[in-house]
């Protein structure tokens, strides 16, 4: 059986866009919503101490950029 309460972060990775989600627990135990979309944005995992921007972490992913400005 899995233990869901303590889980910390979700991530959600856009494949067809340069976007990031991610869902943290705070300390009440509320859902907050980060959302990642500028080039030069931080993101960050606190539960692994990770840090890198959002540039570097799609540096080799190719978007198709008609997709992205139908979707806009």
């Known amino acids: 059986m899995i233990d869901y309460q303590s889980l910390e972060e979700y991530v959600l990775i856009n494949s067809k866009r340069q976007r990031v989600e991610c869902l943290s627990?705070?300390?009440?135990?509320?859902?907050?919503?980060e959302n990642y979309a500028s080039e030069h944005k931080i993101f960050t995992l606190k539960s692994?101490?990770?840090?890198?921007?959002?540039?570097?972490?799609?540096?080799?992913?190719?978007?198709?950029?008609?997709?992205?400005?139908?979707?806009?």
Do not use: H, P, Q, Y
């Not at 627990?25 to 919503?33: A, D, H, P, Q």
């Not at 692994?48 to 190719?62: A, G």
């Open 25 to 33: 627990r705070n300390s009440e135990g509320l859902w907050i919503l």
């Open 48 to 72: 692994l101490d990770f840090t890198e921007i959002l540039d570097d972490l799609c540096e080799d992913v190719t978007f198709d950029t008609l997709a992205e400005k139908a979707s806009s």
